[in-house]
């Protein structure tokens, strides 16, 4: 259960260079509305990517937890695959990448792909 967890959150973040552009697009459309089509374009070009490593040990951190912490019938129920148990296992990740732990951590990591000085 474990793998298919980190599977099926992997398989909707990463990769999604197309989704990815159109949501910078919108933030920072939002974030500064005098720009026009292309600087968002140019903006979203320039913003760093993150390495699909760091999605999959975020995702390794939610399947640890989630299997420290809920029952095995109700995982067993999250992983069978159906949209409706897709979209509980995506929410439960969104809420806890949303967590205080996790927004330390993934400030830390990304952090730690800066270059050193």
């Known amino acids: 259960m474990r793998a ?15 989704r990815r552009d159109e949501a910078l697009r919108a933030v920072l459309g939002i974030a500064s509305p005098g720009l026009n089509d292309e600087a968002l374009a140019r903006l979203v070009e320039q913003t760093a990517q993150i390495p699909p490593a760091l999605y ?7 399947a640890e937890r989630l299997l420290a912490t809920v029952p095995h019938a109700q995982i067993q129920e999250l992983c069978r695959n159906t949209p409706e148990s897709n979209a509980s296992l995506q ?3 969104s809420m806890f990448m949303e967590s205080a732990r996790m ?7 990304l952090h730690s792909l800066l270059p050193n000085p």
């Open 4 to 18: 298919f967890i980190i599977a099926r959150i992997c398989s909707r973040i990463t990769g999604a260079g197309e």
């Open 56 to 62: 999959e040990r975020w995702a390794g951190m939610f």
């Open 91 to 93: 929410l439960l990740y």
């Open 103 to 109: 927004e330390t951590v993934i400030g830390e990591d």
